[in-house]
């Protein structure tokens, strides 16, 4: 148990470290294998039916960032932080979804497709009876673990984020092109490196005591 | 860089290890001191405002585990497992929850309520023109962002999860008398020890290829 006692240790320091960043250091670049490493990490969520109903877009042309900042309430960290995510989800899911997944399925796990009839044909009857609204929920909630495993791995290797849901999803929808791809914008992570000047690092995190968030029965 | 590799390396292996148990072994249980880890870095997700709009039911009562079973399409994880986490969403929000939170931001940080009353009415308002549906909507992604964090804590200290949605939420609502706490079940999450006989953990993970996940803009 001596080895586990000090893993638990550090994730809780580093995510105690964490903190919702207002204010990025601008000369800082988060290193391009760790992004590559945010992005190993992404593919590997997990997803209902292993589905995976989204697309990551990393926004790097600093004039769509300043057009995307105008349609986030003027927040800094959307022009300011090295990296800027939008966590997109699918807004309908059809057939071809499905026969993808599938595809994939059969590539990977070398399985003729022939005997993946019977699992295709209860995917798609499970997924099929439900409203548009209720698929583009479901793909919104899968964006939020990917979100939650985004921010614990950036806390891991102490790089900042600001996870974020102020802003207008249309206007980046229309800005990011998203309505053409039937994708539209969930949520939005910023990521770098926190300023010295962000007053926010210095105030305690304010959380629920046990008592409160946890019920045994 | 030399230590952020290895610990790159080790999280993707971890993460790659993790998969969907479908057969937990009942004479395993996971240690208290795991639990407690995992209920503190439950503690610290970030959420929406901070507001945690959510409480986690740990189901420890076999009778209760085996009525719920019924109510998942009689899946054996939600019996067999070693714990049973159940994620509950606030369903509405009103104005104590709001109070509550600002009091906890005033004793944590040490500020009076006073110098509290003018985020307090910003906070109240951006929330308060929002539906009821929205409101639900927008408190069961938090669920996922916690799940999210979990499945990958459980994942670093090799600790089998199975994150669930096969199971219906209003009989769950029932079961555990949450309608009047004001709750409903939005995701389960079973954590244990995978079975030898799990035919499941070998095979091979079906992820997306990064091309198709993420696009740079």
Redesign the interface.
Known sequence: ?QG??K??KR??ED??W?Y?VKKYDTNKKI?A??IE?F????????T?N?L?P????????PE?RQELRKHSFNQPQITDASHLFVFCSYKTLNETHYDD?IY??SV??ETPMEQLSTYAFHLKASLMNRTEDQIL?SN???C??????L???AA??RVDAS?M?GFIASKYDEV?GLPAKNLTAT?VCALGYRSEEDIFQH??????N?E??????
Chains 1, 2 share one sequence.
Request: charged share 25%; proline share 4%; aromatic share 10%.
């Open positions: 148990m586990i006692f893993t638990m994730l809780i995510l105690q964490r919702a290193p294998e760790i490493h992005k190993d990490v992404l593919r590997l969520v997990p209902s292993g995976q989204y697309k990551f877009l990393i926004i790097e042309t769509i997944y994939l399925n990977i796990r929920n919104e909630k899968q939020y673990i990917a979100l939650g495993q921010l614990q791995t891991i290797h996870p849901e990011l949520v105030w305690k995190k304010v959380r629920k046990k409160d968030l946890f019920e045994i029965i």
